[in-house]
């Protein structure tokens, strides 16, 4: 359906903005489970002003691995070990997760951290091996680097935003953290599959719907802290 929009005669001037569009809503929707996993990293930290800054600084680096990858990614994909590596660190994230002792109810955390330059790079680092996945799928769509490159950037910003609503979403629904991790394991078998037998590699919009489940999940249910405290502020 999106090549024959894309080669229509009628107009030759929809492609560029069309593309565009279409790279920017495959980065909303596969930023998802990537904003998730990086507002879990920031909000380990105690302080509000600290998970920002953290934020800040660790999606500003992120954003330059991100364009060193765009622009070596013709080089990157020839090399199936970068998609193993990525996968093993995707769900290195997951296995610590789920396995991490629960809190007192009953909850996994995310790893912890004192320092605010612990979390920057773990930050910029998770990003890359998500963006292994999206900057995949983005070149697949168009050749055309500078249209890749937007799509990127406006990623980047969107990917900023949503960890901010994640980090506070997390301490209002149950299961949202839960959920977060599972579709990052998604992604890393994803990149796991794509590294060993690519032909085996689920179509995208399988990966979106499973996303999507789960995520309906994990706002499934708010936390009754929360609820008490939007009853106390409607009183």
């Excluded at 903005?17 to 996993?37: F, K, R, T, W, Y």
């Excluded at 990293?41 to 691995?65: H, K, M, P, V």
């Excluded at 007192?104 to 790893?111: D, I, L, R, T």
């Amino acid at each position: 359906m999106l090549d024959q929009v894309l080669n229509s005669p009628l107009d030759i001037g929809i492609e560029v903005p069309l593309l565009l569009m279409v790279l920017v809503a495959l980065e909303a929707v596969l930023s998802a489970d990537n904003a998730i996993a990086l507002a879990a990293i920031a909000r380990c930290l105690e302080d509000s002003q600290l998970q920002r800054r953290a934020l800040n600084f660790g999606l500003l680096a992120a954003y330059f691995l991100r364009i060193s990858l765009i622009l070596s990614a013709t080089w990157v994909i020839q090399f199936w070990q970068f998609e193993l590596l990525g996968a093993a660190y995707l769900l290195w994230l997951v296995f610590e997760y789920f396995t991490s002792d629960e809190d007192e109810q009953h909850h996994h955390h995310g790893p912890k951290f004192n320092s605010l330059w612990q979390v920057i790079p773990l930050i910029a680092v998770t990003d890359l091996a998500f963006s292994l996945d999206s900057v995949t799928t983005a070149i697949a769509i168009s050749d055309q680097i500078w249209l890749v490159l937007a799509g990127g950037t406006i990623g980047v910003i969107t990917l900023r935003f949503m960890a901010s609503l994640f980090i506070r979403w997390l301490k209002e629904y149950v299961h949202l953290e839960d959920a977060g991790y599972i579709t990052v394991g998604f992604v890393g078998l994803r990149l796991l599959v794509r590294a060993i037998k690519p032909e085996w590699v689920p179509p995208e919009l399988l990966m979106i719907v499973a996303i999507a489940l789960v995520f309906t999940w994990g706002f499934s249910k708010r936390s009754g802290s929360e609820s008490l405290i939007k009853a106390e502020t409607q009183e």
